[in-house]
Every structure is written in structure tokens, then in C-alpha cells.
């Protein structure tokens, strides 16, 4: 594995679980983008395994799979153009996350670990819940407690011992990094980056679905993870296919909590980093992004984009993409809040990523 400190530039440690770097407490990421070719798809491995070569885990590692991956691409007409919608809430769990737990669980088994922790807002929960199961492990789910009810109840239905917290979402990871303070490992999705390769696989999935590269990508942000992926995935597909271009990147946020969109326009009023207020959009109330550094980087360099949207616009949007027969939960309604008011912006093909189930949603 490839993977160092972003900080100080040490390689990840040979043995033992780490989320950050021991040295100097930095975040780990991989040092070269993900390869990737055509002719190592491997169809006879399970979900997005049949693009384990662009992983960059041990060989010896052995797939966790649920079947995740393989979602549709549904074109659907709007103001006289095709749009196509990505539907990841259709992974086993219900959420996007399933492409980066496969992998996160993976690695865990691999390391010889039986027990883990992780925090979530709750569909990485559930997600890693479900995976955590599937590899034989016990897990330890912190969650807020205006987590939604259904998300709460995927995550004990897994077997996995749910653990509500008061306070910010910040107390929630404090309180997950606290229980692993007796040697148990953390399987976090915002600090480990195992995950990020299995987002990518979306990336070479849009590619085969449409033919072609898409010029535009909306997607809505918290962390930051799944855009992150997804650029390097198209990336990737650019050097394998000599491309000139990736498609424009756009992120999508609440304006109740935005700290992408206002780290990007540092001059304009009414946001900063740290806003942090209640929003239906709970999946990406994400008050300080762990790699967001990186992320506006894939969206700048990308020519693209951070927009947020207004309460009162996600729920409209939810309806609205349930008339396409697209049923999601708020905080992928961002996405089509966002390709409404952008879409004459934005260039041929379109791709609106819509990354969990609207079954999700509901009262704790």
C-alpha cells in the first residue's frame, strides 16, 4: 500500500490500525492516484471488485462484498435535455457508503481485526454496520441523537451496538476516538482512506454506462469523500483513455452548515467555516472537513463548482425527483435543487448523483 502522512510525509506503519499518523498526528491519504485499466477488469469478482486492481490493497486481501456497486444510470428529460441520474441509494445498505465500507472492512480483516468503531451522521453507520457483519466483526456505532429513526434501526438490525450522543457532531467523533483509546480500531470513513478508491469505482461505472466521459458531476458534500473519489476515479479514466479533460465537479451543500463553499469565497457575507445549524440535509452537516484542502482542489482544478442550497429547497427538491420515480432521502434532494438552478450552467452529459435511500428519513 502506497499510502503516507499528508503532514510530515511518513509511510503508513507496516502493521497496526492507525486513522492518523503516529508520528505527528496527520491525516493519511494515498501518494499516487489510482491506477487504472480496462483490461484488468476482473467481471468474475463479486460487486466493485471487479475493480480491485485499482485499490491499492494487499493482494492477499480478500473481498467483503455485498453485491455493492453496478447501480443505474437513469436518463430523465428536463427543460429539453437529458440528464442522467447516478442512483447510488440503490447500494445493499441504501447509501453510496457501501462502496467505501467494502473496502474499509476489508483492510480491517486483513489487519486481523475483530472489533471496531466508527461515528457517522448515520448512513456510514449503517453502511459500516452491515459490512462489519459481513466480515465477522463486532461494531461500536456513535451516531447523533437526532440521528434519523431508520438509519438507527439498519445499524442495530446489523448486529451492531448503537451508541447515541448529545451535542454536535464533533462530540460524536470525540466520543468514538475516547472508546478507542483501549487499543480498539477505528474504522472511520472521514479519517481512514481506504474508502476513497471504492467511491472512484462509481466514477469508471458512469464511464462504461454513458460511453463516454460526463462533462458535468453534481454531488453533494460533507467530508468531501465521495467528490474526492470520484474526481480521482475520472482522472484515472482520463490518463487510461488520454482524455484532455475530467468533468466539471460540482459539490453541493446546506447553507446551514457550508464550510467548502465558504472556504472557496472567503469574501462573500452571510457564511463562515464554522456555521453549524440544524438542517435536513443531515448527511453532510460537516462542520470541519477533514481533507477539504484536497477537495476544493478537485473542484477548482476540475473547473467546477460549490453551491448550497436553502432549507426550504430540499424538501421541494425531494418531491420533485420522486415525480422521476427517484425516491431520496434530503440530503441527495440537494443535488437536484442544484442541477435546477444550475443547469443552463452546465455542460453535456449532465450526471446528478443521488447517494441515499428516501427510506432513510424519518423522526429518531
Same mark, same amino acid.
Given at each position: 500500500m502506497d499510502i503516507y502522512c499528508t503532514r510530515c510525509k511518513a509511510t503508513y506503519p507496516p502493521e497496526g490500525v492507525f486513522y492518523q499518523c503516529p508520528q505527528c498526528g496527520g491525516l493519511f491519504d494515498f501518494r499516487r492516484p489510482s491506477p487504472f485499466d480496462f483490461k484488468s477488469i476482473d467481471d468474475r469478482q463479486p460487486g466493485i471488485w471487479r475493480y480491485r486492481h485499482s485499490f491499492g490493497l494487499?493482494? %492477499?486481501a480478500e473481498p467483503v462484498s455485498l453485491g455493492e456497486g453496478g447501480t443505474p444510470l437513469v436518463p430523465v428529460e428536463f427543460?429539453?435535455? =437529458?440528464? &442522467? &441520474?447516478?442512483?447510488?441509494?440503490?447500494?445493499? %445498505?441504501?447509501? &453510496?457508503?457501501?462502496?467505501?465500507?467494502?473496502?474499509?472492512?476489508?483492510w480491517l480483516r486483513f489487519q486481523g481485526v475483530m472489533e471496531a468503531v466508527e461515528d457517522s451522521s448515520g448512513n456510514a453507520g449503517a453502511s459500516f454496520a452491515a459490512y462489519a457483519a459481513r466480515a465477522g466483526m463486532r461494531a461500536d456505532i456513535f451516531v447523533p441523537d437526532s440521528a434519523s429513526g431508520p438509519k438507527r434501526s439498519q445499524i442495530e438490525a446489523y448486529g451492531a451496538k448503537l451508541i447515541p450522543i448529545s451535542g454536535s457532531r464533533e462530540n460524536v467523533t470525540e466520543a468514538a476516538q475516547k472508546a478507542i483509546e483501549g487499543g480498539i480500531a477505528y474504522a472511520s470513513h472521514a479519517y481512514?482512506? &481506504?474508502?476513497l478508491p471504492g467511491y472512484a469505482t462509481a466514477a469508471y461505472e458512469i464511464f462504461e454506462q454513458l460511453g463516454q466521459m460526463p462533462a458535468s458531476v453534481i454531488v453533494p458534500a460533507g467530508q468531501g469523500g465521495l467528490l474526492l473519489g470520484l474526481a480521482r476515479g475520472f482522472d484515472a479514466l482520463r490518463i487510461a483513455t488520454n482524455a484532455s479533460i475530467i468533468p466539471e465537479m460540482v459539490a453541493v451543500q446546506a447553507r446551514a452548515c457550508a464550510p467548502l463553499w465558504a472556504r472557496l469565497h472567503p469574501n462573500e457575507t452571510g457564511l463562515n467555516e464554522s456555521l453549524d445549524?440544524? =438542517?435536513l440535509a443531515e448527511g453532510v452537516r460537516v462542520r470541519f472537513p477533514l481533507r477539504i484542502e484536497a477537495v476544493i482542489s /478537485?473542484? =477548482?482544478?476540475?473547473?467546477?463548482?460549490i453551491v448550497v442550497i436553502e432549507e426550504n429547497e430540499i424538501l421541494p427538491a425531494r418531491d420533485w425527483l420522486g415525480h422521476f420515480g427517484l425516491y431520496v432521502e434530503p440530503t441527495s434532494a440537494l443535488t437536484g /435543487?442544484?442541477?435546477?438552478?444550475?443547469i443552463d450552467q452546465l455542460p453535456d452529459p449532465i450526471v446528478v448523483v443521488l447517494t441515499g435511500f428516501g427510506l432513510k428519513y424519518g423522526v429518531k
Open positions: 494487499p493482494d %492477499t427543460l429539453a435535455r =437529458t440528464v &442522467f &441520474f447516478k442512483c447510488e441509494y440503490l447500494n445493499p %445498505t441504501g447509501s &453510496f457508503k457501501d462502496r467505501g465500507s467494502s473496502l474499509i472492512a476489508a481512514l482512506p &481506504f474508502n445549524q440544524p =438542517t /478537485a473542484v =477548482t482544478e476540475s473547473g467546477g463548482s /435543487a442544484a442541477l435546477k438552478k444550475m
